[in-house]
């Protein structure tokens, strides 16, 4: 199944949709197996390199078209991995756990409302 956004789908599935959950999930399982010693950098280039490959992945396997789609999923998965410990901005003391929380939920709510999509036309 595509995760493209068409013009007539309902909030759940733009929700589904707008969250890059496999890339999260990369970004899950790289860090719980990034030794605490590497831990500043480490998470800093699996940021990076998640970030980097989000739009490629998006475009090529879940054949997406819609160039806001891929930045709005690009910018959730940069709140994913905020909301997920702080992540790198952790070590750069820039990591408050309610902020992450209150961005994480209210991002995450508000997005898909804000997403409109053009009809394609035949």
Same mark, same amino acid.
């Given at each position: 199944m595509a995760r493209e956004i068409k013009p007539d789908q309902e909030y759940r599935s733009k929700l589904l949709k707008l969250i890059p959950?496999?890339?999260?999930?990369?970004?899950?399982?790289?860090?719980?197996?990034?030794?605490?010693e590497y831990a500043k950098w480490g998470l800093i280039i699996i940021t990076l390199v998640l970030l980097i490959l989000t739009p490629f992945y998006l475009k090529k396997f879940?054949? *997406?078209?819609?160039? @806001?789609? !891929?930045? #709005?999923?690009?910018?959730?998965?940069?709140?994913?991995?905020?909301?997920l410990n702080g992540g790198p901005f952790a070590h750069w003391n820039l990591y408050e756990p309610w902020i992450a929380?209150?961005?994480? *939920?209210?991002?995450? @709510?508000? !997005?898909? #409302?804000l997403f409109r999509t053009q009809p394609v036309e035949d």
């Open positions: 959950s496999e890339i999260v999930a990369a970004y899950m399982v790289l860090h719980g197996v990034i030794p605490a879940e054949k *997406v078209k819609e160039n @806001l789609q !891929i930045i #709005l999923s690009s910018l959730t998965f940069i709140i994913w991995v905020y909301s929380s209150v961005v994480l *939920v209210l991002w995450t @709510l508000i !997005i898909p #409302l």
